[in-house]
């Protein structure tokens, strides 16, 4: 039950109903039940492997909060938990030739089997927020939720199970605790941001995924100009993608009167690459800054007493160890593959290079009287960052490094005509960008200015859903399949 059909919609509307006429202290039950419901739309086997995640998980922080021996049992929960995720993740890699039987349902009747072990719905992201959860326990910020109910809702809540966000403990277990009375304008608000979340995949992201999977299914046929196009057009669906989900999960959950954090932040108009992570998948970014990258630079910090190594301050150095590591396993968590490894650590090395060269860059504008604020300037950084991030994601859409390279090499060495198979769908995947591209800007620099949706008057406010509706029902595509991060 992907969030993009219309089998969602319609569980949506049976949750909000029974929900608000459903006794206030029984709504988190009502939510915990949709959340289940939910979850068995897929592959319903998997549900024993979260029932066993959640169940270790509950008791493990309240003995984490009790015990003495804090540093083993925080070892011990970590490694289970890494553990399960790596084993769905890798089990083929190990056991190549095993024939698993499952099968995916729709509306609980089974279709498709799969003859492959592949990773339960969710899990990846129920690993970050359990070990968020552990983390904040054993950090003494957090006590542990006593309450079973409230917990599991706190891992398996629908709108956020498949993709995030990663919520951390205290952001949204207060939320579960205070479901309240119907919230007119929030609720209004979380519409307007699922009926945006539709455009952005329906009209966007599965418009431009038709070019850019004809593109990459066949690069060896197609020249640099094509393949540059296609890692564009990529780009900007895996934007789409992601922040489409995102927006249809947060205004989902709106209906619920629960705020979720916001994962986008109008990434492409980041003016460095740091300010990129800053902005896209924001709560996964902060988790790997405040859980990976700090930890490890206070302990390089502790390690290397020096002031400076090789003629560089100390500090340099732990910036780059910490960065690298980290990025690494931001690689090895979206795929077991060297592209993926490969594209953690070249968004490392600028990181590091950005971290490295600060001061000195900071007096090349000093020196040419460049102010921080110049538009000029900003735009200029704005487009590098871009490019560089664009570049990066022509690992991400590979399916090994060899074929990332061979693109990365016809599209320096070989340009020629631009392929266009259906000038219709063409033009509409510009269409999108452009919508996306101004949307943002009209966001980032002019957000108290003209808005249709939030206009005061309700005839353009009706105006721009019924054209934004039309604009999804007459060029959306209807058959783009499930989100990219769900195989995440």
Sequence with gaps: MVFNSLAYLFFIGIVFVLFYISPVKYRWVWLLVASIVYYLSFIPVFLSVLVAVVLFNYF????????????????????????????????????PDTVVHLYYVDWFFRIDPINHLIIPIGLSYITFTSLSYLIEINRKTFAPEKHLG??????????????????????????????STFNYPLAVEGLKQMLWGFFKKLVVADRLAIYVNTVYGNYEHHNGTTLLVATLFYAFQIYADFSGYTDIALGTAKLFGINLTDNFRRPYLATSIQDFWNRWHISFSTWLRDYLFLPLAYFFSKKMKKESYLFLKTEKWIYLFSIMITFAIAGWWHGEGANFLIWGLLFGVFLTY?????????????????????????????LITFLLVTFIWIFFRSTNDGMALRIIESIIFDQGKLFIESPGI???????????????????YFNQSFSILYNKSIIIRYLGYTTIILIILLIGVFDGGSFLYFQF
């Design 150 to 179: 409230y917990f599991t809702l706190y891992l398996v809540f629908f709108p956020k199970v498949a993709q995030g966000p990663i919520e951390r403990p205290k952001s949204l277990i207060p939320q579960l605790h205070q479901l």
């Design 60 to 95: 493990a922080g309240r003995l984490l909060f009790s015990t003495t021996h804090k540093k083993a049992i925080m070892i011990l929960v970590v490694t289970f938990n890494i553990l399960i995720l790596a084993s769905f993740k890798y089990f083929h890699t190990i056991f």
């Design 426 to 444: 063409f033009l509409y995947s510009v269409f999108g960008i452009i919508t996306l591209i101004a949307l943002d800007i009209k966001r980032e």
């Design 354 to 382: 950005s971290n490295w060269t600060a001061q000195w860059s900071k007096s090349l504008r000093k020196r040419l009287k460049i102010r921080q604020k110049n538009r000029i300037y900003k735009a200029y950084k704005v």
